[in-house]
């Protein structure tokens, strides 16, 4: 193992867990690994674009360039410029140590457009959406930069509820974490994905089923850890769109 890289890795507060080589994996508090495996994420990307948006300590975008993507740019703005507990530093590291070439940019989801960033064949969106007091707003911006894949991952809520509908959760109501605004249900995804533009989109994680669920969310009421219906609700999930007619 390389102590110097070690050394320099563990300074830094790591969101991601990265695999920096010579030994060395990043103490991240996400199991990101674990993380990719539920995303569906493209084998190759062989020339594509990549356009990763929040992308924080870069996981994603250095997994992209990886599979052979032709061009990544990673963008963020709240973890990187300091406003929260992360910053752009192990973004830094990882890319020089890594020896990657993924570009990057500082800007705020709101502030996406074809003009600021231009367009990207392959779109990630993981983990953002919930965080964006204007959801529908903002996928509109995510839309206008993606020629053909969106790769969107988000907190779900109102798990088992056929309509479209959103959760609302003010001040630190999800996590105690005042950043979490929304969480849509699955159907709400779908609904909100066609109104900016995609033509066809799935959802690519399977929820798992009602019993387990009820069984979880008894578990984490024993431990003290949420209320249990909103344990039952809750869930992660991931979504592929697309524009074209192709099938998604
Ligand atoms: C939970 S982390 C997800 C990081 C990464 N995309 C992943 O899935 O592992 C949320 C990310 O969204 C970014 N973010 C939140 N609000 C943002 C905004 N308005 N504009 C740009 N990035 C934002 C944060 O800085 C952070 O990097």
Redesign the pocket.
């Known amino acids: 193992m390389d102590s110097r890289l070690r050394s320099q890795a563990d300074a830094l507060r790591w ?2 867990t990265i695999d920096l080589g010579q030994g060395v994996v990043t103490r991240g508090v ?1 199991d ?1 690994p674990l ?1 990719l495996g539920r995303i569906d994420f493209p084998r190759s990307l062989h020339g594509r674009t990549v356009l ?5 300590d870069g ?2 975008s250095f997994e992209a360039e990886r599979r052979g993507a032709s061009r990544v740019v990673a ?6 410029d300091g406003g ?1 507990w ?1 910053s752009k530093a192990g973004f830094e590291l990882a890319r020089t140590t890594l020896g990657s070439r993924v570009e990057d940019i500082d ?4 502030d996406l457009s074809p003009g600021r960033v231009g367009t990207f064949d392959v779109v ?1 969106f ?3 959406l919930y ?2 007091p204007h959801p529908l707003l ?1 996928l509109e911006r995510v839309a206008s930069v993606t020629r053909d894949l969106l790769i969107l ?1 988000t907190v779900v809520d109102m798990v088992g509820i056929n309509r479209p509908v959103m959760a609302y959760y003010p001040d630190r109501d999800l996590n105690r974490d005042p ?1 979490n605004w929304w969480g849509p249900n699955v159907p709400a995804v779908h609904a909100l994905l066609r109104s900016v533009g995609f033509t066809r989109s799935r959802t690519v994680t399977a929820l798992p089923s009602a019993p387990y669920r009820a069984a979880r969310a008894v578990a984490h009421w024993w431990r003290g850890k949420n209320g249990l219906e909103r344990a039952f609700r809750q869930d992660r999930a991931a979504f592929h769109a697309r524009k074209g007619a192709e099938t998604a």
Not at 75 to 80: A, E, G, I, K, N
Not at 107 to 110: E, Q, T
């Open positions: 969101y991601h996400d990101t993380r990763d948006i929040g992308a924080w996981f994603f963008t963020d703005h709240f973890s990187w929260g992360g800007v705020d989801v709101m990630l993981l983990g953002v965080h964006l903002a991952e950043t």
